[in-house]
């Protein structure tokens, strides 16, 4: 288990998000929460990125707890999130993001050499490379979140909701880079909205509502889960025509 | 505290008859209380020294003034920041108090304007050791007195001597955009210029700042033989230090009694060398002000005139009350001390040939106890010498 | 559901839009009007009356420069904290005057202590160098010290308060700074004393329309520190790490935390760098201009404020720019335009007013063209 | 163990790292002045009695002790240990400090060119007149039982039968509250307004007789700055456009009544009346004109700009170039008083009757203003100009309406305080006055009313109660500024949002009709 | 004869060098629902922008009910009866829901400020019913319970809805909406789409959409333009962008579903 959430609980000062809440990451997998808006899916990343800190609960990365460890340490660590919302700095060029991206690291060469392998993925952020980040548009600031991310060389991702606002052939792109990244060792926690594809590429799931994990387990079977497929899938089964 | 109001007191019980006569009553003390005499000066801001200073000179002359009939005299010298509102606020603090017979003060004339209709109905006799502006006393104040020059003596005198004794043509006039700098400088501008010279350049600068030489670069232009500056011997110093590099290196520096004091001289050093000042006519070192000195010095671990020039003078006017109060206090049959208020407003204003440590003073009926002429002072090997 | 009656909306725009135009129209003639003043007086100084000659304007604009210099050093250090936290540190003046005190007593320490043997002279103009430097690293560490610290205790607590609440604590922790400093020291104004080698008011002199111009050493030393600090910072922030988790910090906290940045160390690493910036224009302060108090702060500091937002506040090169240009309006702009120098800050203001109607995020700052919604 | 005495050093070095302060400002001889008059000496010496420095000492130590106890839920042996911890370590700075004093003494090294207060019977003093090793020992002494003290007290106040004690109190307010609240919204409320409103008008008709004029004064000023904080808050608080030289439009009042209500320098003595409507009404074009210009500003671009105009005004007030008309300097003395009905209004009390009558003005039409479509667009424009425009608000005129209003509310307040001066002068009108009306207005809670009438009680009432602490007045002052803001960032009463309901008149009545829409 | 209520000639805005919106034809019918589409970055919310005043096109004019927006400001087009939304959601985040409804009433209010200080009649007519406006567009989208919560405590799907509620109060002719579905669940999303088409079946108000949700484009809307690199390729019916070669190798792809499937089959089990 390369990450292990424990029974943790947060608040947002009287509003409790998340309660009781455990789920886990095992190595070289890909692990999806979904839910509906405000279940907490967020607010699971941003207390496993230390943001936020649990009022109880434990969270243990490879055998160490970094329940209140802060956000840098837990990237040097390699854990690293792609934020909700993009959260692209807006004055700074895509170029400039991208470093920022690799932060952790000090080696100029080989950070150029991420960022060409970035530019060769995303041809489309070569093109802008040196526009402030603000004035992409929605969908190239999702591009360059999800590139920032890969900067760090992450050895868990954590996707927040990285389909939104992406047009459907990107979302068909972005899906398969994070199946590469994945199939290349990375472990993802995935959130997503779009269920059906989360669940179709995750290995394993969990359903998230009110801050409660209600519901857990293999990807496939939470994909014929009729409860799942009722609130989440829209309520038409996989395979169904789109 | 002192048992009753003012204006109550003169049915007290044991009181004497003046008390009964005195137009705002009497301030009575029981046994152990003590004689409060006011000060309201800026302790805190960009003037904080004036006060600080003027309030430690005057505490020491409480101390010095001993008792009056065997009651204490204390100053309880408060912050008006200078400003009006402070200066009001402070005099309405003063009248509440039936303890406070009299005012050392105030320092600044905005905080002094505001606070005279106050202390007129409360009938508290004020002597201020600074407030130079002239229409002060011209307000018909029953109450106003002030130990420190009028800027019209003081200013006409410069421009008189400047003129005549100097032999200046043409003459520069600074202020620092105060009341007492601007007061000052227009006086002597006007009287220089009737005497039949010529005010070639008048400019103000900004008190507080440090740097002046673009505007004295401007000036220099003109080619003054003098520069006249009203204000106070921070700004004056400085002045003098950078006249020596823009120019004005051989105009004279012409200063007022703000820039008189030791302080200036430490802050000009060689630079200062022929630079005047005004201050009133005494002899400056007598043996009281050698005393004086030391205890300041002994108290406040500084110089007696590095804060301000007005050290002596706010010594002054707080022993000059002291013994106003002397004059005027009875002790009653009951054993209460009394001082009638409106006998010691006449007291203070009844001051003939006090000799202070800053001058001689004899008030006149509208209050002016400084109407000496100002004698000049010129600074020759680093130390202020009289000139005739 | 209730159901609701949708009128259809007649125009009524056109009484708007009148509206708008009046203050559009109002802008250029403003400026028109202000410009052509300006021309008109210039001219009036400048050819009609020939008021000053070289010699003067060369004066006015050494004066300019060098104080100029030190507003930009201190502005730096506004639109530093400015960039990243977007708070007007209003305590800054308060730390530069520190900085100034500290420099002060170091100078007079090195003065008092004693060195070689017989020809007695102080330590201060034996290694002046030596001494200047020191007494720059004291003054510089002094108000780091109190800048991280005054981050510490009265703006860290209030990094999630709306925006005007550290304003307040700024202005807070300025009045005490202030009153701290005149209870610790007195009122009193102090003179710093200078090393001989950079003795105040001497100077090269350079002969100007037969008049000797003074350029006093002490405000070369000011203005080249000055640049050369500048430089030092400017490249900090832009090519060190440090200067990069400062531009995301400034962005956005949560994400740079995200990218391994730590928020609260570079904000406090900001707070020292500014500090220490202040110091050295403290310590400055005091060689070129001699007088140190506790009040010394204040008007440099709002000066300073004025500099940086005149040059686009959270912008470097325009703090540099805007102390400049407010240097250099105030010592020659009154006689230029022939006006009293009593209103030099009038017309620095003035200026100002001008400037940022027509650049609304001042001389350098990013114009912000079309927000994208 | 040993983290948790790592823990209680900490406060403790704290504490003593401010005592060092207070002692090198000589503020520990203030206190124990204070303790000496508080204790009943009348007029205490400028070094007081031993005993009062001992129990400054205490007092820190308790201090220390509180500081380094709060936060523990342990038992009582334990967190009175420390609270011990934390004033003995605070105790042993006291006393480093004290040895390094008692050097100066014994060596008579003259300090006090740079640290003033350290004369020889100033130090004598802090070490009780004492020998110094035998004063040392007792600072150290008495700052630790200082802090057992503190240490007990917290976990006395922990406790659980305090805590009880503690709970059936609150629990019994919150009864009596809820109580009251049942009176006030059931219904008998309009009894009870009425019968508040009643009370509230007999405090203010009586009250103004009885406070003796110092506090008529002060009072009078904190109203003032009520207005004046109203008027801010309007450009402030609801239109969200920072404003710092806000004094300038206070001074346009002030100026407007004293040059047409004064015998110098034009004799106009117009009377008070229209010299106040002309005041207000100058001030108000000033805020236009002012706005006009700046009206694309945003930010702290608006706050540097309006911070110029306000020092503008006061240069140009005291410059050569207007001392012919506005006195310069020297300001405008002898300005008259209102009239009403022929009754001239002079004393404090019947000033203390306008600035109230003028506070109720204020407060109506802010309140009123508040809550209507005007306050909406304000806030919309505060929240976000570039979506308040898109949704329909006229932003510019708006913004200008706001620094309008706001500018009247000040030309009010100045008019009305030029004449209870008889004076003004253009140093009243200076930066750190703008500094106060914005700070009062943070400080009480930002766009709130009873914030407002807070925040100035803080930072013109406050100041004034601080007048015991001398010349340490301002110090304290900005500290408690700092302190303040600290501990409730969001003011003392944070305004809050309108809760609205569905009229009780259902649209039927007066339903929206096709005209009102063209 | 269509009655068109925007009539878009070769709007063209520019960036720097970056052409966002280039010289694109929009003609939206009165009462219609209209989606725009294309791939991240085509210059959808750009064109937006122009049609609502943020933006100045270089080139080209837009008529609004037959007269040119060009000019006017934002406010003025708002007043005009055009309202919209927005991509990354733009609420007054510290006032409640029914203020952030009652601002966007302001340009139909006809109180003044001095009607507010007397409460004159026209204040009180104006403020009840704009209260009881406000109450009715907070109850269409859904969200009477919160009309008194501060709006950036709402969820986010709240949020959105809010958005659209504040736009609706000036009663708008025409409604730009940005992305209404980013972020929703398929559920939430039938919801919005509903009450998308109830405000045009029931209210009659013109709608222009933005959305990458293709459930909800085919669905509702009755034409679709398509951009790409600002340019349109294409426009028409659901049915036939649906199958037009050049959006589907622009913008649609596989659709998705086949990726689903391919994931299906590449899993190990
Ligand atoms: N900063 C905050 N303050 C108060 N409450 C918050 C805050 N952030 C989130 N919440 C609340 O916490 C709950 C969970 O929010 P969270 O953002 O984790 O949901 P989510 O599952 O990520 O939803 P979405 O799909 O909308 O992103 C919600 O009810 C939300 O309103
Ligand atoms: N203010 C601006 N300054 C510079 N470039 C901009 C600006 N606004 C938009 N752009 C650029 O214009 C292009 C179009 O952006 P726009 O936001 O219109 O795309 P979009 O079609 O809405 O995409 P998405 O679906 O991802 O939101 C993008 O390449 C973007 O980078
Ligand atoms: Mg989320
Ligand atoms: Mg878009």
Redesign the interface.
């Known amino acids: 288990m390369i990450l292990n959430i424990e029974n943790i609980n947060v608040h947002y000062g009287a509003i409790q998000a998340l309660k009781d809440v455990s789920f886990n990451l095992n190595e070289g997998e890909i692990v999806t929460l979904i839910g509906a808006n405000g279940a907490g899916k967020s607010t699971c990343l941003n207390t496993i990125s230390g943001i936020l800190h649990p009022t109880s609960g434990r969270v243990t990365f490879i055998d160490e707890e970094i329940t209140n460890t802060s956000p840098q340490d837990i990237v040097k660590k390699h854990m690293i999130q792609v934020p909700e919302g993009r959260k692209i700095f807006a004055s700074m060029s895509v170029w400039e993001n991208l470093e920022m991206g690799a932060y952790i690291h000090s080696d100029r060469s080989q950070i150029k050499k991420r960022i060409d392998q970035v530019f060769e993925r995303f041809p489309r952020l070569k093109e802008r490379r040196n526009q402030p980040g603000g004035t992409l548009s929605g969908g190239e600031q999702q591009m360059l979140a999800i590139s920032r991310g890969l900067m760090a060389e992450p050895r868990v991702l954590l996707l927040d909701e990285p389909s939104m606002g992406l047009a459907p052939i990107l979302v068909e792109q972005i899906f398969d880079i994070i199946r590469e990244i994945n199939h290349n060792g990375t472990s993802i926690l995935l959130v997503e909205q779009n269920a059906l594809m989360a669940l179709s590429i995750a290995d394993r799931g969990y359903v998230l509502d009110s801050g409660k994990v209600v519901l857990e387990g293999k990807a496939d079977d939470l994909l014929r889960n009729p409860m799942v497929i009722k609130a989440y899938l829209g309520g038409e089964a996989i395979g169904s025509e789109l | 505290q002192p048992s009753a109001a003012p204006s109550q007191a003169a049915v007290v019980s044991g009181a004497p008859d003046v008390c009964t006569s005195d137009a705002f009553g009497c301030a009575v003390f029981k046994p152990?209380?003590?004689v409060k005499l006011g000060m309201g000066a800026p302790?805190?801001?960009?003037n904080?020294?004036y006060g600080?200073?003027i309030s430690q000179g005057a505490s020491i002359a409480v101390t010095d003034a001993g008792d009056v009939k065997g009651w204490?005299f204390?100053l309880d010298?408060?912050?008006d920041g200078?400003?009006?509102?402070g200066g009001?606020?402070v005099a309405?603090?003063f009248?509440?108090d039936p303890a406070i017979v009299a005012i050392a003060g105030h320092i600044f004339?905005?905080a002094t304007?505001?606070a005279m209709?106050?202390y007129e109905k409360a009938g508290i006799p004020m002597l201020s050791p600074s407030n130079t502006?002239a229409?002060l006393t011209t307000?018909g104040s029953a109450v106003f007195n002030r130990i420190a020059f009028s800027d019209t003596n003081q200013g006409n005198a410069a421009g008189d001597y400047l003129f005549n004794t100097l032999k200046v043509k043409d003459l520069a006039i600074l202020h620092d955009?105060?009341?007492y700098g601007?007061?000052l400088a227009d006086t002597v501008a006007a009287q220089f210029a009737k005497d039949g010279g010529t005010v070639v350049a008048?400019?103000?600068?900004?008190p507080?700042?440090?740097?002046f030489?673009?505007?004295l670069?401007?000036v220099?232009?003109k080619n003054p033989g003098a520069v006249y500056f009203g204000g106070y011997?921070?700004e004056g110093?400085?002045l003098v230090?950078?006249m020596?590099?823009?120019?004005l290196e051989n105009a004279v520096f012409f200063g007022d009694d703000g820039t008189y004091g030791v302080?200036f001289l430490?802050?000009v050093g060689a630079?200062g060398e022929g630079a005047f000042a005004t201050i009133a006519p005494a002899s400056p070192d007598s043996a009281a002000k050698t005393a004086f000195n030391a205890a300041y010095l002994?108290?406040?671990?500084?110089e007696a005139g590095?804060?301000s020039p007005y050290t002596w003078a706010g010594y002054d006017s707080a022993a000059i009350l002291a013994n106003a109060v002397k004059a005027v206090a009875v002790v009653g049959s009951d054993g209460n001390l009394y001082v009638p208020r409106a006998a010691l407003m006449a007291a203070v204003r009844a001051t003939k040939d006090y000799v202070g440590l800053s001058g001689t003073f004899t008030c006149q009926s509208n209050g002016e106890c400084n109407a000496g002429l100002p004698q000049f002072v010129v600074v020759q090997n680093g130390a202020w010498v009289a000139v005739q | 559901m209730h159901a609701l009656s949708l009128p259809t909306l007649a125009v009524k725009g056109a009484r708007f839009k009148k509206v708008a135009h009046v203050f559009d129209l109002l802008r250029p003639i403003l400026g028109a009007i202000v410009l052509a003043f300006i021309a008109y007086r210039l001219y009036q100084v400048l050819i009609v009356q020939q008021e000053y000659g070289a010699d003067t304007w060369t004066r006015l604009l050494i004066s300019g420069l060098i104080i100029g210099g030190v507003y930009a050093l201190i502005a730096i250090g506004y639109t530093l904290v400015y960039g990243i936290l977007f708070m007007i540190n209003f305590a800054h003046g308060e730390v530069m005057m520190l900085g100034a005190y500290a420099g002060l007593f170091a100078f007079q320490a090195f003065n008092a202590i004693q060195v070689g043997g017989q020809a007695q002279t102080s330590f201060l103009n034996a290694y002046p160098v030596l001494a200047i430097l020191l007494a720059f690293v004291i003054g510089m560490f002094i108000s780091a010290a109190i800048g991280y610290f005054l981050e510490k205790i009265a703006y860290r607590p209030l990094r999630k308060a709306p925006r005007l609440v550290p304003l307040i604590s700024a202005i807070g922790a300025s009045i005490f700074l202030q009153n701290a400093a005149q209870l610790l020291f007195s009122p009193q104004l102090r003179e710093v004393t200078n090393p001989d080698i950079l003795r105040r008011g001497a100077g090269w002199t350079i002969s100007i329309n037969n008049a000797n111009v003074i350029i006093p050493y002490t405000g070369v030393f000011t203005f080249v520190l000055s640049v050369l600090l500048l430089i030092a910072l400017y490249i900090i922030v832009r090519k060190t790490r440090l200067g990069r988790s400062m531009r995301a910090v400034a962005l956005d906290k949560k994400t740079a935390a995200l990218m391994g940045v730590d928020v609260d160390r570079t904000i406090s690493q900001t707070f020292i760098i500014s500090g220490a910036l202040a110091g050295a224009a403290g310590v400055m302060w005091g060689l070129h201009n001699g007088m140190v108090y506790f009040y010394v702060g204040f008007i440099p500091g709002i000066k300073a404020f004025t500099a940086a937002v005149l040059g686009g506040i959270g912008n470097l090169p325009g703090a540099m720019l805007g102390g400049l240009v407010l240097g250099i309006v105030e010592s020659v702009g009154p006689a230029a335009l022939g006006i009293d120098f009593q209103l030099k800050d009038v017309l620095a203001f003035v200026i100002l007013i001008i400037v940022l109607t027509f650049r609304p995020s001042g001389l350098l700052g990013e114009v912000l063209a079309e927000e994208k919604v | 163990m040993n983290t948790s005495l790592r823990k209680s050093i900490r406060p403790g070095a704290t504490i003593g790292i401010v005592h060092i302060f207070f002692v090198l400002i000589g503020f520990n001889m203030l206190v124990a002045i204070l303790f000496a008059r508080v204790s009943g000496v009348k007029q205490p010496d400028a070094i007081p009695a031993p005993v009062y420095l001992m129990a400054y000492s205490i007092t820190m130590g308790i201090w220390a002790g509180v500081a380094a106890a709060q936060k523990r839920k342990q038992e009582f042996r334990q967190v009175a240990f420390a609270g011990c911890v934390a004033g003995g370590f605070a105790g042993i700075m006291a006393g480093l400090l004290e040895f390094g004093l008692a050097i100066i003494l014994v060596k008579n090294i003259n300090v006090r060119d740079v640290l003033t207060v350290l004369s020889a019977n100033f130090i004598k003093g802090t070490l009780f007149g004492m020998q110094p090793a035998m004063g040392v020992m007792v600072t150290v002494m008495l700052f630790a039982l200082g802090g057992t003290l503190g240490g007990a007290l917290v976990a006395f106040w922990n406790s659980t039968p305090f805590q009880a004690f503690l709970n059936r109190g609150i629990r019994f307010t919150k009864d009596s509250v809820q109580k009251a609240q049942g009176v006030t919204h059931g219904k008998n409320r309009l009894l009870w307004q009425i019968a508040s409103i009643s009370l509230l008008a007999l405090a203010v008709v009586f009250l103004p007789l009885n406070w003796g004029s110092y506090w008529n004064y002060v009072l009078g000023t904190v109203g003032l700055y009520v207005v004046l904080g109203l008027g801010l808050n309007i450009a402030v608080g609801l239109s969200g456009q920072l404003v710092l030289g806000f004094i300038a439009f206070f001074a346009i009042g002030a100026y407007s009544m004293a040059l047409l209500n004064a015998p110098l320098p034009y004799h106009l003595m117009w009377g008070f009346w229209p010299a106040l409507v002309l005041g207000v009404l100058l001030a108000a074009v000033a805020g236009l004109l002012l706005g006009l210009p700046l009206m694309r500003l945003r930010g702290d671009y608006l706050a540097i700009v309006t911070l110029g105009f306000g020092e503008i005004i006061r240069i140009l007030l005291k410059s050569d170039v207007l001392t012919a008309y506005t006195g310069g300097p020297r300001g405008i003395q002898n300005i008259g008083g209102p009239t009403i009905f022929g009754r001239p209004f002079v004393t404090d009390v019947d000033f203390m009757y306008l600035i109230i009558g003028a506070m109720l003005l204020a407060m109506f039409i802010y309140s009123r203003l508040q809550n209507s479509r005007t306050g909406r667009a304000w806030l919309a424009i505060r929240e976000d100009e570039t979506v308040a425009r898109a949704s329909g608000v006229n932003t510019v005129r708006y913004k200008l309406l706001a620094l309008v209003i706001g500018a009247a509310f000040a030309g009010l307040a100045g008019a009305i305080f030029a004449s209870r001066n008889q004076f003004t002068g253009p140093e009243e009108h200076s930066l750190m006055a703008s500094i106060n009306v914005l700070s009062l207005i943070i400080v009480g809670g930002l766009g709130s009313i009873p914030g407002t009438i807070m925040g100035a009680f803080a930072l013109k009432g406050l100041p004034e109660i601080l007048r015991e602490f001398e010349n340490y007045r301002l110090l304290a002052f900005g500290a408690l500024l700092v302190a303040m803001m600290l501990s409730k960032p969001d003011g003392f009463i944070p305004s809050r949002r309108p809760k609205f309901q569905i009229p009780i008149q259902p649209e039927t009545r007066e339903a929206p009709k096709e005209q009102d829409h063209d | 004869m269509i009655d068109y209520i925007i009539r878009a000639k070769e709007v063209t805005k520019t960036f720097g060098g970056l052409t966002a919106v280039n010289a694109v034809d929009l003609d939206v019918a009165e009462g219609s629902i209209y989606s725009i589409i294309g791939p991240n970055g085509a210059g959808k919310t750009t064109l937006f922008n122009c049609i609502s005043g943020f933006y100045t096109p270089e080139q080209g004019d837009i008529l609004f009910k037959g007269k040119s927006l060009k000019g006017s400001s934002t406010d003025v087009i708002a007043s005009r009866g055009l309202s919209r939304t927005y991509q990354n959601i733009r609420l007054f985040s510290n006032l409640t829901a029914l203020e952030n409804v009652m601002v966007g009433q302001q340009s139909r209010l006809r109180e003044n400020w001095l009607d507010a200080i007397v409460h004159s009649p026209t204040f009180r007519r104006e403020e009840r019913n704009s209260i009881v406006e406000g109450m009715k567009w907070l109850d269409f989208v859904g969200l009477l319970e919160f009309s008194n919560a501060i709006a950036g405590s709402l969820p986010y799907g709240a949020q959105r809805r809010l958005e659209i509620a504040r736009a609706l109060g000036n009663r708008p002719s025409l409604l730009l909406l940005d992305e209404p579905t980013a972020g929703m669940n398929p559920q939430e999303t039938l919801r919005m789409t509903a009450l998308i088409r109830k405000l045009r079946d029931a209210f009659n108000i013109t709608i222009i959409l933005i959305e990458h949700d293709m459930h909800v484009v085919m669905d509702i809307s009755d034409r679709i333009t398509v951009l790409d690199f600002g340019e349109k390729i294409a426009e028409g019916k659901p049915g036939e962008i649906q199958t037009n070669q050049k959006v589907i190798e622009a913008y649609l792809g596989s659709g998705g579903a086949a990726l689903a499937q391919k994931y299906q089959r590449k899993k190990p089990q």
């Open positions: 152990g209380e003590v302790m805190t801001g960009g904080g020294s600080v200073d204490k204390a010298a408060q912050d200078g400003t009006a509102e009001a606020s309405n603090k009248v509440t004339t905005d304007r505001a209709p106050i502006v229409d307000l955009g105060s009341s601007k007061g008048t400019q103000a600068i900004t507080g700042e440090t740097d030489t673009a505007v670069s401007a220099a232009s011997a921070a110093s400085i230090n950078q020596k590099q823009t120019g302080d430490t802050h630079n002994a108290q406040f671990g500084k590095s804060l």
